[in-house]
């Protein structure tokens, strides 16, 4: 009350039409915060006891950060409930069914060449087996490569 006696609320405090005071507590908060100055915030007038480690943890920052933890898990759990956050589970197993039936039909291939093609002869189609093996592997080996670097960076 006192900061809007003092009009150092402005912007964001009006009256209805009744005369009441309504307060924008978006606004207030912004306005709050653009006005505080931090130098002046109250803290609280304890002394440390005889023998109190003076390293120690301050309480009230330690509360803050606690507190943002708590928001920031809070935040977690609403963008998982909305669907904006999946299980790392889930899309790992997602993309390893992809993967594995990419790498089936790609294996398949050669049997379905050699029916649409009779004429051709076992060595060519050997062939064909050969250098989808060497594209698989060669995937494989790639893939293993980034999913290593990609663990040393998380």
């Known amino acids: 009350m006192q900061a809007i006696k003092t009009e150092r609320l402005k912007s964001s405090i009006s009256r209805d039409a009744r005369?009441?005071?309504?307060?924008?507590?978006?606004?207030?908060?912004?306005?709050?915060?653009?006005?505080?100055?931090?130098?002046?915030?109250?803290?609280?007038?304890?002394?440390?006891?005889?023998?109190?480690d003076v390293n120690a943890?301050?309480?009230?920052?330690?509360?803050?950060?606690?507190?943002?933890?708590?928001?920031?898990?809070?935040?977690i759990d609403l963008a998982e409930k909305e669907g904006g956050l999946v299980p790392a589970d889930a899309v790992l197993q997602a993309w390893t069914d992809m993967l594995r039936?990419?790498?089936?039909?790609?294996?398949a291939i050669p049997t379905m060449v050699k029916q649409a093609r009779p004429h051709?002869?076992?060595?060519?189609?050997?062939?064909?087996?050969?250098?989808?093996h060497h594209v698989l592997t060669d995937l494989a080996t790639d893939g293993d490569q980034k999913n290593a670097r990609w663990r040393k960076s998380a």
């Open 101 to 107: 039936s990419a790498r089936d039909k790609l294996l």
């Open 57 to 75: 943890p301050d309480y009230h920052a330690e509360r803050a950060r606690k507190e943002r933890a708590l928001a920031r898990l809070a935040e």
């Open 19 to 52: 005369g009441r005071i309504t307060i924008d507590p978006r606004l207030a908060d912004l306005e709050w915060e653009r006005l505080t100055d931090p130098a002046h915030a109250q803290t609280p007038d304890v002394a440390p006891t005889a023998g109190a």
């Open 120 to 132: 051709l002869e076992l060595p060519d189609v050997a062939e064909i087996e050969k250098q989808i």
